[in-house]
């Protein structure tokens, strides 16, 4: 609307300037209709440039990945005036589909998994030093005090292993109660090892609770080389964890290990816990995941994976969800020089195998304090 107006008082001031001088107007007077048109094509041509200048915005990349990887012929611009607008060189078909895909796009901005939809209620900014090395990040339930004592009082209390800074934190959701959030609050106060995000904490949420912790790392955090996501039900021999970061040929970037799912199938049993719809997830197979209870990952990826989960619609199995996101970004779990230090379930879990192992999983809160001290004994 601006522009009309700029263009009506152009017009009107080129007419009274010739009007002032009107007897060398009806001399000129080819002259001047010349100078008219010229003046208006070229305000036409400024118009246009102001409108939709052909400057791509920030998103026009992921744009393009998200349309069809043939499709490369849109842009995305931005003029000067701010509008944006969808480029299509093709036929008309293709660009009202283009229209479309491009409100999908907006709306996967906001899908309920994209962490910039929440925001921490308990946080601690200053947690993160410049010389950290490692961040254990863990999710956990509200109420499961125990578990993060445990964790406390043994590997979560470790602030340097093998000469490199380390450090743990929770995350949890919400609470659903206002006791509960007050004790919370008051353990947060104590401790200060509680981050808490204001979604729904369930078990169905955990991909929400898993981009929220990327999130954490790439908004307080990007200085750390690496970091873990961990349950609260495990045992990590940070010793060994360390030994294998430390190592040389352990890639700084784009790296992410752990216990390795190959060819996992979806499961479509509605009575599963794991059950993923067909609306959610189609493909029949996950691509190469690293199992949730542990996986450890270079620093730069947060910011990589929360990049890439714009576009892909979130499903409620967590770690299948972040394979999908490395996937889309073209990155591979390594596998580990030796498999078998990330481990589930161990069978005979005394401190003797205990102390080769990186991670295995805890029946219990009291089994990770066991797991520790028998770690320490064999020493
Ligand atoms: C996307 O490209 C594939 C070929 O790579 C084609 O078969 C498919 O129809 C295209 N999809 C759309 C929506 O254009
Ligand atoms: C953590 O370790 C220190 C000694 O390094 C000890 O004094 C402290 O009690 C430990 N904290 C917990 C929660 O066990
Ligand atoms: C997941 O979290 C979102 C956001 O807080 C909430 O709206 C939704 O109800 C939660 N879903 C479940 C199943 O807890
Ligand atoms: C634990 O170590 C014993 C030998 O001390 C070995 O026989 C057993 O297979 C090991 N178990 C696991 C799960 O590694």
Request: net charge positive; charged share 20%; proline share 5%.
């Amino acid at each position: 609307m601006r522009l009309y107006r700029h263009l009506t008082f152009c017009f009107f001031f080129f007419f009274r300037c010739c009007l002032a001088q009107d007897r060398d107007l009806i001399r000129h007077s080819k002259t001047g209709f010349v100078l008219l048109v010229i003046l208006t094509l070229s305000l036409f041509v400024i118009s246009c440039i102001y409108v939709f200048s052909f400057n791509p915005v920030k998103h026009s990349h992921t744009w393009f990945n998200l349309v069809n990887q043939t499709q490369s012929y849109n842009v995305l611009t931005e003029g000067l005036s701010g509008k944006k607008f969808v480029w299509n060189f093709l036929t008309i078909p293709q660009i009202i589909q283009t229209t479309t895909t491009l409100k999908n796009h907006i709306w996967m901005h906001h899908h309920v998994a994209h962490p910039r939809n929440y925001h921490f209620i308990l946080d601690e900014p200053d947690k993160c030093k410049q010389d950290l090395f490692l961040v254990l990040m863990v999710p956990v339930a509200p109420h499961e005090v125990e578990a993060r004592n445990a964790i406390r009082s043994t590997w979560g209390n470790e602030s340097s292993v093998q000469g490199k800074a380390v450090l743990t934190l929770f995350l949890v959701g919400l609470t659903g109660g206002a006791e509960a959030q007050q004790q919370l609050e008051e353990e947060s106060r104590q401790r200060r090892d509680l981050l808490q995000s204001n979604f729904v904490d369930s078990y169905f949420n955990l991909t929400i609770k898993t981009m929220v912790i990327m999130d954490w790392l790439v908004t307080r955090c990007p200085q750390a080389s690496f970091s873990m996501k961990v349950d609260s039900h495990m045992y990590i021999n940070l010793e060994n964890l360390m030994t294998l970061l430390l190592a040389p040929n352990t890639p700084r970037q784009n790296y992410i290990t752990g216990y390795l799912m190959w060819n996992q199938n979806v499961i479509r049993n509605k009575k599963s816990k794991y059950y993923v719809s067909v609306e959610l997830y189609p493909e029949p197979k996950y691509p190469t995941y690293v199992l949730g209870v542990g996986y450890v990952f270079s620093n730069d990826l947060p910011k990589k994976i929360v990049e890439a989960s714009k576009d892909i619609k979130p499903f409620n199995i967590e770690d299948a969800y972040v394979g999908t996101c490395l996937k889309r970004l073209g990155i591979k779990p390594s596998r580990s020089p030796d498999p078998s230090k990330f481990r589930t379930y161990m069978k005979d879990s005394k401190g003797h195998n205990l102390s080769k192992v990186i991670t295995t999983i805890a029946r219990s809160p009291k089994q990770i304090i066991k797991f520790w001290q028998s770690v320490k004994r064999h020493k």
